[in-house]
């Protein structure tokens, strides 16, 4: 159980980090994901219409957000949005901060990190696109630590609570 309690903070650990470093400038996949569901509706006025429902939801909002407190800041570590590449496709990164290696392998909705000093220390992230959450990977199975809806985005303590983030129009 603290081997679970303990990544699970280091999982929560890298999403503050990465809500710490955001302002990252990257492609907005989540965003460019939202505009393109939204063009595909017809023509120029229902497309607008759309446009309005979306941005009112605040769809746009949370998907901006999340872009620049996520995947944005993903990307700019890493170089590659795992949101925007392709089924396959897969990035692979080599980081080092204070005397820790690290292997960052990036696929799409997933991100994984080894520490090559001591093996079996991984940290694994999946997203699941239809439940708009993040996963982390445990021995046990997978722990939700994120999830984005229409209006909020929560981060989820390793203690089960929630830190829920509210759009505002």
Partial sequence: MNKIVKLTSVALIVVLLAIG???CFGNFAATRKV??????????????????VLSWIPVYGVAGTADVLIFNTVE???G???LAMAPGEEVIKYASENGKDLKITIRQNQIHV???????????LQYKPFE???YYQTEEGLV????ISQDQASFFRPNGKALTLSATM
Wanted: charged letters at 20%; aromatic letters at 20%.
């Fill in 35 to 52: 505009y393109d569901f939204n063009k595909s509706f017809g023509d120029k006025w229902v497309n607008q219409i759309m446009f309005w």
């Fill in 144 to 147: 939700k630590i994120a999830t």
């Fill in 76 to 78: 700019f570590w890493t």
């Fill in 114 to 124: 080894e520490d090559l000093a001591n093996p079996g220390q991984d940290l694994a």
């Fill in 21 to 23: 470093l955001s302002g």
């Fill in 132 to 134: 708009k959450s993040w």
């Fill in 80 to 82: 590659s949005n795992p």
